[in-house]
């Protein structure tokens, strides 16, 4: 796996009244998932406080496959999938403890100059570091649930 961020729990205030992790919470798990993975590159918290630049998510999509309960311990993959000058795209999986995922997510980030704001082309530094991960992250196949329609099971 190109990149695991920290051990995550299941909150709480998290669960629904089906007694599971709420679907919002997902997108919470995979987007805190990320942030290490982010900062490692060079986009973090004193990225945009140094630069006025940061991180916008165009889009994502989540896959939900097992149920989460409170108190699971996860951690978020991320691997990067294209890079391109002024965005990435990237797959990421949320993985149980146990080894099974719970769920996966594929997006579109954006590099977003805040003063505008509007889509903006990477430093040269942070590019040189996407572009380096990227390599890393090629190495492996892509998983074959990444870019697949939306549709029912027929």
């Given at each position: ?47 945009l406080r140094d630069t006025g630049n940061t991180t916008y998510t ?28 002024k965005a990435f795209h990237y797959a990421q999986e949320l993985i ?30 942070v590019k040189a570091k996407l572009d380096a991960a990227l390599a ?19």
């Amino acid at each position: 796996m190109p990149y695991l961020s920290p051990e995550m729990i299941v909150r709480p205030e998290w669960i629904d009244y089906n007694g599971h992790l709420n679907m919002a919470y997902y997108g919470v798990l995979f987007d805190l998932g990320s942030d290490p993975f982010c900062e490692d590159m060079g986009m973090g918290e004193a990225y945009l406080r140094d630069t006025g630049n940061t991180t916008y998510t165009a889009e994502f999509r989540i896959r939900y496959l097992q149920e989460v309960h409170e108190g699971a311990k996860l951690r978020a993959s991320m691997r990067l999938l294209e890079v391109g000058p002024k965005a990435f795209h990237y797959a990421q999986e949320l993985i149980h403890e146990d080894g099974w995922v719970a769920a996966t997510g594929e997006g579109i980030s954006l590099h977003v100059d805040q003063t505008g704001p509007k889509v903006a082309s990477y430093p040269e530094v942070v590019k040189a570091k996407l572009d380096a991960a990227l390599a890393e992250h090629q190495k492996e196949p892509i998983p074959d649930w990444v870019g697949k329609p939306m549709g029912l099971r027929k």
